[in-house]
Antibody
Framework: QVHLVESGGGLVKPGGSLRLSCAAS????????MNWIRQAPGKGLEWLAY????????NYADSVKGRFTVSRDDAGNSLYLDMTSLTAEDTAIYYC?????????????WGQGTLLTVSS | DVQMTQSPSSLSASVGDRVTITCRAS??????LNWYQQKPGTAPKLLIY???TLHGGVPSRFSGSGSGTDFTLTINGLQLEDFATYYC?????????FGQGTKVEMK
């Protein structure tokens, strides 16, 4: 059974940094693209980044480009999101989501999310 | 970026009703359109991908159609567990973009 569990959220001051993690189980992690998607409180969904298998390709939304970095550890079945220069606008629930591959471009499994609050 | 516009933003319906939600893309996305369902306090779940393919385990009362810029999600015979917010998402262009959501509420 596919299982994605995010962790690392919390309260961070503006300008701060944080690393989010996503632990994957129940499938062959290295064979899948992985994504980060966030949802501000009471708002809609915003795609942030993807990373291909073998970490060959990454891509980012303009809102986080240059501040956030997505990475993966296939041996440890983990996905990461390193976030810097955080602002209040980054306050959201952060989800990791699995994508079968570049062609089958949908998010077929999501984690439960981890909440990041950026506030002084 | 491709803008995805859903209508309506919310609707009220009763159990057994037929519900239709539309999603319009600001540019042609072929059939690279996905639908998700989200209930309060939980992560979104994939319902339909590639405009009309039902994800595994999704009840057949859900269906999707469309191509190019105009898409539709239909629920035939709304059930109690279907009251939720629905999002469309295009996967033709990067960045991936979502509609603003359609909340289906009980009448």
């Amino acid at each position: 059974q596919v299982h994605l569990v995010e962790s690392g959220g919390g309260l961070v001051k503006p300008g701060g940094s944080l690393r989010l993690s996503c632990a994957a189980s129940g499938f062959t992690f290295r064979n899948y693209y992985m994504n980060w998607i966030r949802q501000a409180p009471g708002k809609g969904l915003e795609w942030l980044a993807y990373i291909s298998y073998s970490s060959t390709y990454t891509n980012y939304a303009d809102s986080v480009k240059g501040r956030f970095t997505v990475s993966r550890d296939d041996a440890g079945n983990s996905l990461y999101l390193d976030m810097t220069s955080l602002t209040a606008e980054d306050t959201a629930i952060y989800y990791c989501a699995r994508q079968p591959d570049y062609s089958n471009s949908y998010f077929d499994h999501w984690g439960q999310g981890t909440l990041l609050t950026v506030s002084s | 970026d491709v803008q995805m516009t859903q209508s309506p933003s919310s609707l009220s319906a009763s159990v057994g009703d037929r519900v239709t939600i539309t999603c319009r893309a600001s540019d042609s996305i072929n059939r690279f359109l996905n639908w998700y369902q989200q209930k309060p306090g939980t992560a979104p779940k994939l319902l339909i991908y590639a405009a009309s393919t039902l994800h595994g385990g999704v009840p057949s009362r859900f269906s999707g159609s469309g191509s190019g810029t105009d898409f539709t999600l239909t629920i035939n015979g709304l059930q109690l567990e279907d009251f939720a917010t629905y999002y469309c998402e295009q996967s033709f262009f990067v960045p991936r973009t979502f509609g603003q959501g359609t909340k289906v509420e009980m009448k």
